[in-house]
């Protein structure tokens, strides 16, 4: 079955510092992959979504995500974590033809001064 | 371009009580969702549509119903509120044509159940 994987449940980074939040997935052909971010008492907004092409997909605000086959993750990263960045962060995978989207449980990112 | 709106944005139901919770789209997609987030859980389905009048279960259908009359709406019933649906409820929708599956989602219904 499709899952999707986000091994950090919380992860705490200093204000300026880099971040790279894990996703793996399990599916046989290549997914649609998406990161999602959550704002406390906010819905999901899409950040960037890969189908094909390119690996390394640039977002918005400054995130970007790349994905490996081989290794079948797609880990989100930003080079300097500003403080508005501290919410929720999703993963989630879909396929061709497909009507669901199956998303990780979550990591939620703390930004300390 | 309202998006995707959901009514109301909090309640409290007490045990046994039904309430429908409102989801609608102004963007003529074709897809809607019902999702609940729990903490540490990430998003669970609980039904889907594919259009007007087709509707089909997730993998929590239990204790919830849905209908699709329009393409707009998507409302979700929940007959005999238990302890256990305590959760925020988010609806989202896309379009059917190849959009990358990307969805929209509403703004969340946090629901208390006691």
């Known amino acids: 079955a499709q899952s999707v994987t986000q091994p950090d449940i919380h992860i705490t980074v200093s204000e300026g510092a880099s971040l790279e939040l894990r996703c793996n997935y399990s599916y046989g052909a290549t997914p649609y992959l998406f990161w999602y971010v959550q704002s406390p008492g906010q819905g999901l907004q899409l950040l960037l979504k890969?189908?094909?092409?390119?690996?390394l997909v640039q977002g918005i605000k400054g995130f970007e995500a790349e994905f490996k086959r081989s290794q079948s993750s797609f880990n989100l990263r930003k080079p300097s974590v500003h403080w508005s960045d501290a919410a929720e962060y999703f993963c989630a995978v879909a396929w061709t033809g497909g009507f669901k989207t199956i998303f990780g449980a979550g990591t939620r990112l703390f930004v300390k001064a | 371009n309202a998006g995707v709106t959901q009514t109301p944005k909090f309640r409290i139901l007490k045990i046994g009580q039904s309430m429908t919770l409102q989801c609608a789209q102004d963007?003529?997609?074709?897809?809607m969702y019902w999702y609940r987030q729990d903490p540490g859980m990430g998003l669970k389905l609980i039904y889907y549509s594919v259009g007007a009048g087709i509707t089909d279960k997730g993998e929590v259908p239990n204790g919830y119903n849905v209908s699709r009359s329009t393409t707009e709406d998507f409302p979700l019933r929940l007959e005999l509120a238990a302890p256990s649906q305590t959760s925020v409820y988010f609806c989202?929708?896309?379009?059917?044509?190849?959009?990358?599956?990307?969805?929209?989602f509403g703004p969340g219904t946090r629901l208390l159940v006691l």
């Open positions: 890969y189908f094909s092409g390119d690996t």
């Open positions: 963007m003529n997609h074709n897809y």
């Open positions: 989202a929708s896309r379009p059917r044509d190849r959009d990358g599956e990307t969805q929209y």
